[in-house]
């Protein structure tokens, strides 16, 4: 009915997996410290800025975790992989719904946590709402119901240690999401830290798009680019073909440039509003980036990765476009 106010967000619970032996990145994960943070805290960070409450730490080293400011819950099955973790945090949840995560996200982002959630209270029918990347399910970043705890517990106590096994021993719904691909990338060994520095200097994955009263990282704030990112670049031609398969082209152009002519469809963000319209952009596609010469655009998809976006910057920019006779649209309309 008009005016009244929308819904309260489904309360949810979130916890992170902190419990692993960490043999190959050689010290425990969950402790790293990651740009200033230490990696559980990043990954919990990102879960109260989703809007999770409470958030704990599951596992690990819980004195040292209590010390930077996590509630611990001791794992009931230590050193059994993450299924045992997994029965456990929804075991304690005070909550129907409760987000587990693992400590070792290299890019943890609100957006795509909040968005995992959606999944599953948009699928009745299913116990668990799971990103799926280049067709692999990425169980380390999922929301489960805690229903799901009773069939988990006697898969496991069955023997299974698989979190996907257990799920099809146990008969469980599994709905799909769709999350930007720096969302889910996690770090074994120490050389994929360094592809974290080169995700985001800030240690964060597409911050900003957390439910509404999340604590963590303010969620109005995008993160920072590193300076040394490297971005794809496509040319112009190239660009004209996945537009017309119906790739996004954003514009990060000033206003009178885009009046005055653009690639047709483009959508107009200005290269000093990027951060702010951080949700103007699609987290689940490929997102092109234009501006007049390729030099704007290359700072915007820098951010934007940064950010969890996949974001190809276009060289040439419109001058190219318009140079190689693509067709120009005027006016303020895309």
């Not at 029965?87 to 409760?98: D, F, K, Q, W, Y």
């Not at 995560?101 to 943890?108: E, M």
């Not at 010469?293 to 419109?318: C, F, H, M, P, W």
Request: proline share 8%.
């Amino acid at each position: 009915m008009r005016g009244e106010p929308p819904p309260a967000p489904v309360p949810f619970a979130g916890a992170v997996l902190c419990g692993g032996a960490s043999r190959r990145m050689g010290t425990d994960k969950a402790l790293l410290v990651v740009e200033g943070r230490p990696m559980a805290v990043r990954v919990a960070d990102a879960l109260a800025a989703a809007g999770a409450r409470p958030v704990v730490a599951v596992g690990g080293d819980g004195r040292r975790l209590a010390r930077l400011g996590l509630g611990v819950v001791p794992d009931t099955a230590p050193g059994e992989g993450p299924l045992g973790g997994i029965v456990t945090a929804l075991e304690r949840s005070p909550h129907g719904i409760v987000v587990v995560a693992a400590c070792d996200l290299v890019a943890p982002c609100p957006q795509a946590l909040a968005a995992t959630v959606d999944a599953l209270v948009a699928t009745p029918g299913t116990a668990v709402a799971v990103p799926v990347v280049g067709g692999r399910r990425q169980w380390a970043h999922a929301a489960w119901r805690s229903e799901a705890a009773g069939p988990l517990r006697a898969a496991f106590d069955a023997g299974e240690r698989a979190v996907h096994a257990a799920c099809a021993v146990a008969g469980l719904g599994v709905a799909p999401v769709t999350v930007a691909p720096a969302a889910v990338r996690d770090a074994d060994v120490p050389a994929d830290l360094g592809l974290a520095r080169s995700l985001e200097r800030s240690g964060g994955g597409r911050a900003g798009a957390g439910r509404a009263g999340g604590r963590g990282p303010e969620p109005s704030r995008c993160r920072l680019a590193s300076g040394a990112m490297q971005v794809p670049e496509i040319d112009v031609d190239e660009l004209a073909r996945r537009q017309a398969e119906g790739a996004p082209v954003v514009d990060v152009r000033e206003s009178h440039e885009y009046v005055a002519g653009h690639v047709p469809g483009a959508v107009l963000i200005p290269l000093g509003t990027v951060a702010d319209e951080m949700a103007r952009v699609p987290v689940d596609r490929t997102v092109y980036v234009i501006c007049a010469k390729g030099g704007r655009s290359l700072q915007a998809a820098e951010l934007y990765r940064a950010n969890g976006i996949d974001a190809v910057n276009v060289a040439g920019g419109t001058s190219a476009w318009t140079e190689a006779g693509h067709p120009v649209a005027t006016g303020t309309e895309p």
